[in-house]
T-cell receptor, first 115, second 115 residues
Framework: EPEVTQTPSHQVTQMGQEVILRCVPI?????FYWYRQILGQKVEFLVS????????KSEIFDDQFSVERPDGSNFTLKIRSTKLEDSAMYFC?????????????FGPGTRLTVL | AQSVTQPDIHITVSEGASLELRCNYS??????LFWYVQSPGQGLQLLLK??????LVQGIKGFEAEFKRSQSSFNLRKPSVHWSDAAEYFC?????????????FGAGTRLAVHP
């Protein structure tokens, strides 16, 4: 069964460093998403991406964040200058269409620890 | 405002006992509702979803959920819990703003299963 994969599973970085989280969505999907879950809190929407551009972003997704689909398979989330409060589990998801009823398939997540 | 409430943070049941996890939503339009499960170290796996038709929906692993519009609820049930069901369960509503969808999650319910 096709699945979303994410690398690395755990990333430790120093405050102020740049990190890139990588995702490989399901191959025939067209819509891609990033969510994050701070320890003990809700899973929160960060950004959605379609047709090589951001379709929606939350207030969390400020100028320090960017997303890119550098090739036909990868989808990345970059944090330019990490802060302590960026420590969280980051989930990538994909869906084949952009309807509200569509299932979003999630990857296993990347745990980001900012020291 | 769009929101999902899961009133129970932790629930403990004995193996073989029945289970009901509560979920209430607030959404102005027709709700599209999802239950996801997150096992330790794993990503979010879809258990079931409701988008129209029969208000009792069946999912994987023997779970079912009932949509009750009058109560704005979408409670998850299982008649007999297995030890492997110990996990965190998230209810979500599919929201659509600006033409693109995203999921709004509840805070989750952590289920422990006693032998």
């Amino acid at each position: 069964e096709p699945e979303v994969t994410q690398t690395p599973s755990h990333q430790v970085t120093q405050m102020g460093q740049e990190v890139i989280l990588r995702c490989v969505p399901i191959s025939n999907h067209l819509y891609f998403y990033w969510y994050r879950q701070i320890l003990g809190q809700k899973v929160e929407f960060l950004v959605s991406f379609y047709n090589n551009e951001i379709s929606e972003k939350s207030e969390i997704f400020d100028d320090q964040f960017s997303v890119e689909r550098p090739d036909g398979s990868n989808f990345t989330l970059k944090i330019r200058s990490t802060k302590l409060e960026d420590s969280a589990m980051y989930f990538c998801a994909s869906s084949d269409e952009g309807r509200r009823a569509d299932t979003q398939y999630f990857g296993p997540g990347t745990r980001l620890t900012v020291l | 405002a769009q929101s999902v409430t899961q009133p129970d943070i932790h629930i403990t049941v004995s193996e073989g006992a029945s289970l009901e996890l509560r979920c209430n939503y607030s959404y102005g339009a027709t709700p599209y509702l999802f239950w996801y499960v997150q096992s330790p170290g794993q990503g979010l796996q879809l258990l079931l979803k409701y988008f129209s038709g029969d208000t009792l929906v069946q999912g994987i692993k023997g779970f079912e959920a009932e949509f009750k519009r009058s109560q704005s609820s979408f409670n998850l049930r299982k008649p007999s819990v297995h030890w492997s069901d110990a996990a965190e369960y998230f209810c979500a509503v599919g929201a659509r703003t600006g033409g693109y969808n995203k999921l709004i999650f509840g805070a989750g319910t952590r289920l422990a299963v006693h032998p």
